[in-house]
């Protein structure tokens, strides 16, 4: 079959191979799923560069999401051939392959309201989401919810999730089409983080007060805006760092505002708390069969142009999220 592998750390475009290697087989406790979809994630351009929290030994295949069709189940194994399922497969063996061994016990149920790549784009994501803005922020109807990053594959699943909790949402992107995306997705307010002042702006629109809610996966100046915009008792969440630069929280500056810094690693849940991602996943699944959330797919592209999106994710110059469709032969948008 065909694989991308990571044999040196890098730029991603530099450093993913196409390469033939021996079809995996299914092990103890173990699905072999055919590969439907795949979501580029910013974690697998962290992967190519050697600076994910995880690094694989060389040569591995990034891909750390999938939606696949199960074509063999191995000994103690629980699952069905030709059932369609989520799974985030153990590297090196990710997902940017025809086909991927997956741990039965970790894998879901593809929502039947969502095509492959929708289903692809739901997990983490969505996950991610769900657990910070409801579990970690508790965040309430009626409140004011700021999304970093608005027009992203994250973003735009905290703006569809605040929106469903009854959040008015305030979205930060950079530039006019990502502008243009985050409003038809369902953002109240649309700042652009290149023209716009951040924090006046933020204040403005909630009578003085800032926001209740800051969700950022962005970190850097994104942060540092923050902690100047949240309300009294806000919360800021923070997912990632997407601009390369880890904040310092000044503890002295919450502990005046009274605000809190809350981080939310979502992989953790999978092992600390299983019961949870599964709740959350049937949560999600029903808001998908309603129509309330579906992720934006800007992109599907073929398994050949695999390394150019996943470099084009990491530079921030795509909308929502690109899907990788091993069967699909040319690119295309939604």
């Not at 692809?120 to 579990?135: D, N, V």
């Not at 307010?189 to 002042?197: E, I």
């Not at 809190?260 to 998908?288: F, M, Q």
């Not at 800007?298 to 690109?322: F, H, I, K, N």
Request: aromatic share 4%; with cysteine.
């Amino acid at each position: 079959m065909q694989a991308w592998r990571v044999h040196d750390n890098g730029e991603p475009r530099e450093v993913m191979r196409l390469d033939e290697v021996p079809d995996p087989v299914a092990g103890p406790g173990q699905l072999l799923v055919r590969v439907l979809a795949v979501n580029v994630n910013f974690p697998d351009a962290l992967l190519c560069r050697g600076h994910y929290q995880v690094r694989p030994p060389l040569p591995f295949t990034p891909g750390v999401e999938l939606c696949g069709e199960v074509v063999a189940v191995g000994e103690g194994a629980e699952g069905e051939v030709g059932s369609r399922i989520l799974a985030t497969p153990t590297l090196p063996a990710g997902g940017f392959a025809e086909l991927v061994a997956v741990d039965a016990a970790n894998t879901l149920p593809a929502p039947d309201a969502l095509d492959d790549a929708e289903a692809a784009a739901l997990h983490i994501g969505y996950q991610t989401g769900w657990f910070g803005l409801h579990r970690r922020a508790a965040l309430r109807s009626g409140e004011t919810l700021l999304v970093h990053a608005a027009a992203g594959g994250v973003g735009t699943a905290a703006v569809q999730l605040g929106k469903a909790a009854g959040a008015r949402v305030i979205g930060v992107v950079g530039g006019a089409d990502k502008a243009r995306v985050a409003r038809e997705i369902g953002c109240d307010l649309v700042l652009d983080r290149r023209t716009d002042d951040l924090v006046a702006a933020v204040k403005e629109a909630t009578g003085g007060r800032g926001a209740d809610v800051v969700y950022d996966p962005v970190g850097g100046d994104a942060f540092a805006k923050s902690v100047k915009c949240v309300d009294f008792e806000g919360r800021i969440v923070v997912v990632g760092f997407a601009s390369g630069v880890v904040p310092q929280a000044a503890l002295n500056h919450a502990l005046v505002k009274n605000y809190a810094i809350l981080g939310l690693h979502w992989g953790l849940y999978n092992t600390k708390d299983p019961a949870a991602v599964r709740s959350c996943h049937d949560e999600l699944t029903k808001l998908a069969a309603e129509g309330t959330v579906r992720p934006l797919v800007s992109e599907r592209v073929p398994l050949a142009d695999a390394a150019d999106a996943v470099q084009r994710v990491a530079e921030g110059v795509t909308t929502g999220r690109v899907v990788v469709v091993p069967g699909r032969t040319t690119g295309g948008t939604r």
